[in-house]
């Protein structure tokens, strides 16, 4: 099973940035889809961005669209999220997840992935 490290989270203040990376430990992660999803305590996980095997179709969950974006770069195995005008909300443990089974649209549901990291912790400060 692929392996998938997400890092680049921290404590940022409100209206602040952090890029979110995603590195998988094989080559087959750039003939997939990926998305990220977050899951803030006490909730349940949330879609915030997918990309599909090129990076030619994004989607982003509406509480982030305009702010995030997803991008890729296969020679390198990695998915980046670009995270922008952070807000408190925004607070949550941030997963990638790769969905082999799917190349041109990232799912919004974690079940349709086949593995996901441990996470990165991004903290947000009012």
């Known amino acids: 099973q692929v392996q998938l490290v997400e890092s680049g989270g921290g404590l940022v203040q409100a209206g602040g940035s952090l890029r979110l990376s995603c590195v998988a430990s094989?080559?087959?992660?750039?003939?997939?889809?990926v998305g990220w999803f977050r899951q803030a305590p006490g909730k349940e996980h949330e879609f915030v961005a997918g990309i599909n095997w090129d990076g030619g179709h994004t989607n982003y969950a509406d509480p982030v669209k305009g702010r995030y974006t997803i991008s890729r770069d296969n020679d390198k195995n990695t998915v980046y999220l670009q995270m922008n005008s952070l807000k408190p909300e925004d607070t949550a443990v941030y997963y990638c997840a790769a969905d082999f089974k799917q190349l041109w649209r990232a799912s919004i549901y974690l079940s349709d992935y086949d593995s996901w990291g441990q996470g990165t912790q991004v903290t947000v400060s009012s």
């Open positions: 094989e080559r087959r992660f750039g003939s997939c889809a």
